[in-house]
């Protein structure tokens, strides 16, 4: 079992920064890589970065890529997801999720625990 919890949302005017952290703990060891999704009100919910836990492989979507950056930090068991130039469109829940499969994936259903993810809200 894997365990995730998000923090470090919250309300920033557009153009601002927030610093998203997902803290893993549990058979961390066994993670091969996590990703970070966000759900926007009525909408589905969808891939934004991940990057391998061992290596420094990363993975981005169109939308965010340019103005988000991913890291790791092993020693901490911990991902961020640095966020800049953020967008009211940028405004949705915020989850990380850890996969145990050996390829890194940017769909939810290959991801196998979930956090129970953070608010970000863009105000224009």
């Known amino acids: 079992q894997v365990q995730l919890v998000e923090s470090g949302g919250g309300l920033v005017q557009a153009g601002g920064s927030l610093r998203l952290s997902c803290a893993a703990s549990?058979?961390?060891?066994?993670?091969?890589?996590v990703g970070w999704f966000r759900q926007a009100p009525g909408k589905e919910r969808e891939f934004a970065a991940a990057i391998r836990y061992s290596g420094t492989r990363t993975y981005y979507a169109d939308s965010v890529k340019g103005r988000f950056t991913i890291s790791r930090d092993n020693a901490r068991n911990t991902v961020y997801l640095q966020m800049n130039s953020l967008k009211p469109e940028d405004t949705a829940k915020y989850y990380c999720a850890a996969r145990m499969g050996l390829v890194v994936a940017t769909k939810e259903d290959d991801y196998d625990y979930w956090g129970r993810g953070t608010q970000v809200t863009v105000s224009s």
């Open positions: 549990g058979r961390t060891s066994s993670i091969y890589a």
